[in-house]
Nanobody, 124 residues
Framework: VQLQASGGGLVQAGGSLRLSCAASGRTFSIYNMGWFRQAPGKEREFVAAISWSGSDTYYADSVKGRFTISRDNAKNTGYLQMNSLKAEDTAVYYC????WGTGVRTPVRAYDYWGQGTQVTVSS
C-alpha cells in the first residue's frame, strides 16, 4: 500500500489542523493505521493509532484529549484532527500502516508502510 500524508502547515499555538493520509495500491481497510512524528534531532515517536475497523484507538499521553484519529475506509483515507496545538507539537508527521497487528500498536518497527511526511509548525 502507498500512503501520502497531507494537511500540514503553520499554525499559531491554540489552533487546529487536520492531517489526511490517502492510501492506494491495496485494500486500506485491512491495515491498522498509525500517526507518528519526528522533531529535529529527536527520534520518531508514536502519536496515535486506529484499528482496521476504526473500533479501537490509542493515543500518546502527550496528545490525549487534543488529537483525534479516525478513518474512512470507503475513501481509503485516514485522518488526524489536531486541536489546541502547542509549540512542542512541531514536527514532521508521518502516517503508517500495520498489516499484521491484531490490535493497535505503538512501536515504529511494527509498521510496514510509511507515507512521506507532512510538516506541522506551531508558533508560540
Amino acid at each position: 500500500v502507498q500512503l501520502q500524508a497531507s494537511g500540514g502547515g503553520l499554525v499559531q499555538a491554540g489552533g487546529s489542523l487536520r492531517l489526511s493520509c490517502a492510501a492506494s495500491g491495496r485494500t486500506f481497510s485491512i491495515y491498522n493505521m498509525g500517526w507518528f512524528r519526528q522533531a529535529p534531532g529527536k527520534e520518531r515517536e508514536f502519536v496515535a493509532a486506529i484499528s482496521w475497523s476504526g473500533s479501537d484507538t490509542y493515543y500518546a499521553d502527550s496528545v490525549k484529549g487534543r488529537f483525534t484519529i479516525s478513518r474512512d475506509n470507503a475513501k481509503n483515507t485516514g485522518y488526524l484532527q489536531m486541536n489546541s496545538l502547542k509549540a512542542e507539537d512541531t514536527a514532521v508527521y508521518y502516517c503508517a500502516a500495520d498489516r499484521w497487528g491484531t490490535g493497535v500498536r505503538t512501536p515504529v518497527r511494527a509498521y510496514d508502510y510509511w507515507g512521506q511526511g507532512t510538516q506541522v509548525t506551531v508558533s508560540s
